[in-house]
């Protein structure tokens, strides 16, 4: 059992990064699209526990120990392409999340932007150094703490809230579309941390982890979509809405707050990092440490772009994209 939660805790501190945990994801990709229906909400949390169960399993079946050897036998011909793609993603998902930890210590704490942005890019640094070990511990500590802070606060918020109905209406645009790509994005690099970790189990441990992984994540977002419908109208512009609702219950909400949000960007950031590290074969620690620094030294001049800026248009993007991919896997999955 301590091997299946230990690969949910890894695949749900993946998917709940910064944009999650802030509340902007769920608000583009649910509330936008249906603020009345939760077929997009169940759709994806389904989504998420299929595509990780098959991607563990095709993993056994191919036998890969790593991701860069699962992308060439799950698709030989189109594998150049299908790296450049994924390691561009990965590089992108964890500038953002350093701009993400710069716009969150700049709202909470008035610190400089450049400030919450080297501090991650240390941390992150910190735990590349301990190659996948550091991975693993670090989402059993901080993956629960993200669970119960984000239930906390919406529960509260939800029951002193009074529903807003928006001027705008029930908005749809197609929510089942949306839903998707939201899946599709956030599981472009799953394989990153998913392939080497379940190399060695048993079939029963990825079908219970990935079980418990949709269970929790799908009751998360419906949890956060239900929520920020009470506030639609009150945090329809915010970049972290959830940290505008904590703020609303008080500064010290708000910094306990922030800190559950500086552990999801961590998750994440180490998450897409360990991916682009992954790629390469280091045979002296040394070589990892050096190839670490450089790129958090690289990802921080581009974390300088707005967060939901990066959120609305650079993530929608990919996740159009990585339908592609991830209908490769699914296909190589069934034909095998």
Request: net charge positive; proline share 3%; hydrophobic share 55%.
């Amino acid at each position: 059992m301590k091997q299946t939660l230990s690969i949910s805790s890894v695949y749900i501190g993946l998917v709940i990064g910064a944009g999650f945990a802030s509340g902007r994801e769920i608000f583009e990709y649910f509330n936008i699209p249906s603020r009345y229906d939760i077929t997009g909400v169940v759709l994806a949390s389904i989504c998420f526990g299929l595509l990780s169960y098959i991607i563990m399993s095709l993993a056994k079946k191919l036998g890969t120990n790593t991701f860069d050897q699962f992308i060439g036998e799950a698709s030989p011909k189109a594998a150049p392409l299908i790296k450049v793609f994924i390691y561009s993603f990965m590089f992108c998902g964890f500038f953002v999340m350093l701009s993400a930890s710069g716009t969150l210590f700049q709202n909470t704490l008035s610190l400089p932007f450049g400030f919450g942005v080297s501090l991650l890019s240390l941390f992150c640094f910190s735990v590349f150094a301990f190659d996948l070990k550091g991975i693993v511990a670090i989402n059993n500590i901080l993956v629960p703490l993200m669970l119960v802070g984000m239930t906390l606060l919406c529960v509260f918020s939800f029951l002193i809230g009074i529903p807003a109905f928006s001027s705008l209406g029930d908005i749809k645009n197609n929510f089942l579309i949306s839903s998707l790509c939201y899946v599709s994005y956030n599981t472009i690099t799953a394989g990153a941390v998913l392939v080497p970790l379940s190399s060695k189990q048993s079939s029963k441990t990825i079908i219970r982890a990935s079980l418990i992984s949709a269970a929790v994540i799908g009751i998360l977002i419906f949890i956060v979509w239900l929520t920020l419908n009470v506030y639609y109208d009150t945090i329809f512009a915010a970049e972290m809405p959830l940290l505008n609702l904590a703020a609303f219950h008080g500064e010290t909400c708000k910094i306990l707050y922030a800190s559950v949000l500086f552990m999801a960007l961590c998750t994440t950031a180490i998450s897409h990092g360990f991916g682009i590290l992954s790629k390469f074969r280091f045979k002296k620690s040394s070589d990892r440490i050096i190839a670490a620094a450089l790129l958090c030294l690289v990802a921080m001049p581009f974390a300088k772009f707005g967060f939901s800026a990066l959120i609305e248009k650079l993530y929608s993007a990919f996740g159009f994209l990585g339908l592609f991919w991830t209908a490769i896997v699914i296909y190589r999955y069934m034909k095998m």
